[in-house]
């Protein structure tokens, strides 16, 4: 940990069992069609010690092996919803658009299985409360809605 903390923060740690967190290992720079996420040089990386949170190192390695090979999909499957956080709002009600994805499996005619993801936008007071809260219950195709707002 002397190698990794100054001393004074090495001074300020009790006499417990510490692993390192980094802080700082990722930059996000803007680009014209969004953003992009790229690693940050190792020696810019700032050393945080984190406590033992007390659970085995087989335990952690054996989470780890179980799940290195799951996909990786976030609720808005891993895109990044342009219109979503208030920007796009409802025609029937004023009601800010929610981002949501359905996901969906077809065979092709070959037999070969394929796991799809449909974005799409819906009014949150209808997606609450149904159509006593909006009559807007028609979801709106992300993409095709994006290319809309966004487009000439």
Not at 108 to 120: F, I, S, T, W
Request: glycine content about 10%.
């Amino acid at each position: 940990m002397a190698d990794l903390v100054s001393a004074e923060v090495l001074g300020g740690l009790e006499n417990f069992p510490y692993g390192v967190w980094y802080h700082n290992r990722r930059e996000v720079v803007k680009t014209l069609d969004g953003k992009r996420v790229r690693k940050r040089p190792r020696s810019e990386w700032i050393a945080v010690p984190s406590p033992d949170a007390g659970v085995p190192l087989q335990t952690v390695l054996a989470a780890r092996k179980t799940v290195e090979n799951n996909e990786k999909h976030t609720s808005a499957g891993r895109r990044e919803w342009q219109l979503s956080g208030g920007i796009a709002r409802c025609g029937e009600c004023g009601c800010a658009l929610i981002a949501l994805t359905s996901h969906y499996n077809y065979t092709k005619k070959d037999g070969e299985k394929v796991k799809c993801l449909r974005p799409y936008y819906r009014c949150a007071t209808y997606r609450r409360l149904g159509r006593q809260g909006c009559s807007m219950h028609r979801t709106l195709h992300a993409a095709r809605t994006e290319e809309v707002v966004w487009g000439p």
